[in-house]
């Protein structure tokens, strides 16, 4: 897909977003409208924007990183332990100000960090170390009680006042969401198209070539972990005000592992992906008592996975293509025949 393509494509999807509350209330009942606003549309976006940092680094650096999740709650811990008015108060004191860009430095911190010591590996080697160091964090903090509080975690992050307006207000939140994931996403398909990204891609296809046309392959790799970890940090914080508080829960193996199935069931190749796949994860998440049986969840979700790889390894968004490969045989034949 050309670029210019991807622009409209993706303008388009920014279109749908902003205008899908005015057509939900036009449609629904005010709190039906909201349901879907806030808690499918709204929480779909933010995970989408973790599932994002995931496939920025599985598409344009080659690597797959099952860690995000925890670089995610390292900006959401950080913006909980030292936000006025969280409980418990560990520090506290600092108003939203100083706590989200807090936060978000922590988290591209420790996306450098993670880079930095998986820099040397690949494929299951890096799988591998990624979810150990998400284990790692995961217990750490589960277990230390004086800055994190245990598995209770850090609870009333509500989120600051915007223009006067509350951040829990449905579309005060909803709206700061598609602005956050506008500006990302956009700014994602800008920097691959850079000489940054360009000698990323390179990095991806072949690094001995790239190294040795003078380019420090060890120093881009970390670097994108760090651009990653920005991705991840904006989602973290988001999430963390969308669940009004934060716990070792939503950092541990199976959240990790919902990034994950997140980017797949999206397309990992595609940016975009990770949006499309996160709504339908939410959509599943939420209606999966009405659907089949809430305690059967992972089963449910695990069917659709199976489903989506085997009709489309490269996801929903890259169905289209497999559709327009199978057609092509097809519209051959009847070209050729009289």
Same mark, same amino acid.
Not at 189 to 194: A, D, E, K, N, T
């Given at each position: 897909?050309?670029?210019? &393509?991807?622009? !409209?494509?993706? @303008? =388009?999807? /920014?279109?749908?977003?902003?205008? +899908?509350?005015l057509?939900?209330?036009?449609? *629904?009942?005010q ?7 806030s808690?499918?549309?709204? &929480?779909?976006l !933010?995970?989408? @924007? =973790?599932? /994002?940092?995931?496939t920025?680094? +599985? ?5 797959i990183? *099952? ?15 030292l936000t ?12 939203y ?6 936060? *978000? ?19 299951i ?13 995961f217990r ?54 850079s ?12 690094p ?5 046309l ?12 760090g651009?990653?970890?920005f ?30 199935i997140?980017?797949?069931i ?62 092509k045989?097809?519209?051959?034949k ?5």
């Amino acid at each position: 897909m050309t670029p210019a &393509r991807t622009t !409209v494509i993706s @303008l =388009i999807g /920014l279109a749908v977003l902003v205008v +899908a509350p005015l057509v939900l209330l036009a449609i *629904l009942p005010q709190n039906q409208a909201q349901f879907w606003t806030s808690n499918i549309l709204g &929480r779909g976006l !933010v995970f989408g @924007l =973790i599932a /994002l940092s995931l496939t920025f680094l +599985a598409t344009y650096g080659g690597f797959i990183s *099952l860690a995000q999740m925890t670089v995610a709650g390292v900006a959401g811990y950080t913006v909980a332990v030292l936000t006025q008015g969280a409980v418990p108060t560990i520090v506290g004191g600092l108003p939203y100000a100083l706590t989200i860009p807090a936060g *978000l430095f922590a988290s591209v911190l420790a996306g450098l960090l993670i880079g930095a010591i998986s820099v040397k590996t690949r494929d299951i080697y890096l799988l591998m170390i990624t979810l150990a160091l998400a284990m790692g964090v995961f217990r750490f903090v589960e277990t230390n009680i004086a800055w994190f509080n245990g598995y209770e975690g850090i609870r009333n992050v509500v989120g600051p006042d915007i223009f006067g307006l509350s951040f829990r207000s449905t579309y005060v939140f909803y709206y700061s969401v598609v602005a956050s994931c506008a500006v990302l996403y956009f700014g994602i398909l800008y920097l691959v198209r850079s000489p940054f990204g360009l000698v990323l891609q390179g990095i991806r296809d072949n690094p001995r070539r790239v190294s040795a046309l003078g380019y420090n392959v060890g120093q881009h790799r970390i670097a994108a972990f760090g651009v990653a970890g920005f991705i991840a940090g904006c989602g973290g914080v988001l999430a963390t005000i969308y669940n009004i508080g934060i716990s070792p829960g939503s950092i541990g193996l199976g959240a990790s592992v919902n990034i994950l199935i997140i980017s797949v069931i999206g397309g990992l190749g595609h940016p975009i992906g990770a949006f499309v796949g996160s709504i339908i994860f939410t959509v599943f998440d939420t209606f999966a008592a009405t659907i089949y049986d809430r305690e059967r969840f992972n089963t449910l979700i695990g069917l659709v996975f199976l489903i989506i790889v085997l009709v489309s390894p490269d996801g929903v968004v890259g169905l289209k293509g497999r559709l327009m490969a199978l057609l092509k045989p097809k519209q051959a034949k009847e070209a050729k025949s009289p």
